[in-house]
């Protein structure tokens, strides 16, 4: 797993590709990494870094100010967290592996659809069955 935006400060272990940083995890068992933080506020994210899970697994980590502090800007009145991410149908390692076949006329795989928070929207069969809207208005004075 990988934090962008997380220093890691004298633990850089556990941040990288399997085989480089750390040995990977076997399938059905289990990992647990504290991860430390130095100044780090705000939202940062991760993502995996273990084949092509990267393209799939990932997410927000909000990093809320030290306890005694404030937000180093005005406290927002709400907060939501929205990640967008690819959709790729079928087997993705297959698809890279053809793809770079020697003599292969297939390009890497682009995605069948982009995601926000998970889901790809109605282009797709396994959306959810409801939609709702976001507005949002950023206005400065």
């Given amino acids: ?8 400060p004298r633990n850089p272990w556990f941040d990288g590709p399997e085989y480089v940083t750390q040995c990977p995890i076997a399938p059905g068992t289990n990992f647990t990494h504290q991860v430390q933080l130095s100044k780090e506020e705000g939202t940062v994210w991760w993502h995996a870094h273990s084949d092509w899970t990267r393209a799939s697994v990932h997410g927000a980590i909000v990093v809320l100010p ?11 009145d709400e907060e939501e967290i ?8 079928g087997n993705l390692r297959e698809r890279v592996e053809e793809s770079l076949q020697p003599g292969s006329t297939e390009t890497l795989p682009q995605s069948d659809a982009y995601t926000i928070n998970g889901q790809p929207g109605d282009f797709l069969p396994c959306s959810i069955r409801f939609s709702s809207m976001l507005h949002k208005c950023n206005m400065a004075s």
């Fill in 1 to 8: 797993m990988s934090r962008h935006g997380v220093k890691q």
């Fill in 66 to 76: 030290a306890l005694g502090t404030t937000f180093p800007f005005p406290e927002p």
């Fill in 82 to 89: 929205i990640v967008f991410g690819s959709w790729y149908l």
